[in-house]
């Protein structure tokens, strides 16, 4: 039997002042790719889908503008 936790996730990223996650901001964006250059997934990050769908976007956004890598 799983047990379903309660706590309310905590959004690391939009804090207030920030209103949207910029591919620009690289010190954020590395902390959610891992060492191999993927996305890691939302049970990892514990932000809200919302949240990790426009992280997902900036991301590949970043990648396309060749501010990080698409691979290790």
């Not at 620009?24 to 769908?53: A, D, E, H, M, S």
Request: aromatic content about 12%; overall charge positive.
């Amino acid at each position: 039997m799983s047990h379903k936790s309660n706590r309310k996730k905590f959004d690391h990223i939009c804090l207030p002042g920030t209103t949207y996650v910029d591919y620009k901001n690289l010190p954020v964006i590395r902390k959610y790719i891992t060492i191999f250059g993927r996305i890691k997934p939302r049970y990892y990050t514990k932000v809200p889908l919302v949240v990790q769908k426009s992280l997902a976007r900036a991301i590949k956004n970043a990648r396309f503008m060749a501010l990080v890598p698409f691979k290790r």
